[in-house]
Nanobody, 125 residues
C-alpha cells in the first residue's frame, strides 16, 4: 500500500487547509486510516482516524470541533479538513493505514503498517 499525503502549506491563525491522502496498491476489506502529526522537537501524536468497520471518526481532543476527516471511496482518498488553525497545529502531518485495528489501539501509531511521506503545515502570522 502506498500513501501520498499533500495539501500542507503556510496559513495564518484562524485559517483553513485541507490535507489529502491518496491510497494505492493492495486493498483490504477491513482497514483503518489515520492522521498523525509531529511538531518540531515533539513526539508524534494522534490527530484522527477512521475505521471501515464502524465508520466512526475518532479525533484527538485538541482538534475536535475544528478538524474533520472524510473519505472519497471512489478515489481511494482521505481528507483532513482543518479549520480555525492555531500556531500549535504547526507540524508535519502524516497519513497512515493498516488492514485492521481494534478500537482500543486506533490512536497508537504503532498500530499502523503503512505511512505516507508527510506534509508540512505551518500556522503563523
Amino acid at each position: 500500500v502506498q500513501l501520498q499525503a499533500s495539501g500542507g502549506g503556510l496559513v495564518q491563525p484562524g485559517g483553513s487547509l485541507r490535507l489529502s491522502c491518496a491510497a494505492s496498491g493492495r486493498t483490504f476489506t477491513r482497514w483503518a486510516v489515520g492522521w498523525f502529526r509531529q511538531a518540531p522537537g515533539k513526539e508524534r501524536e494522534f490527530v484522527s482516524a477512521l475505521r471501515r468497520n464502524d465508520g466512526n471518526v475518532h479525533y484527538a481532543d485538541s482538534v475536535k470541533g475544528r478538524f474533520t476527516m472524510s473519505r472519497d471511496s471512489a478515489r481511494s482518498t482521505f481528507y483532513l479538513q482543518m479549520n480555525n488553525l492555531k500556531p500549535e497545529d504547526t507540524a508535519v502531518y502524516y497519513c497512515a493505514a493498516a488492514p485492521d485495528i481494534i478500537l482500543s489501539q486506533i490512536r497508537s501509531g504503532d498500530s499502523y503498517h503503512y505511512w505516507g511521506q508527510g506534509t508540512l503545515v505551518t500556522v503563523s502570522s
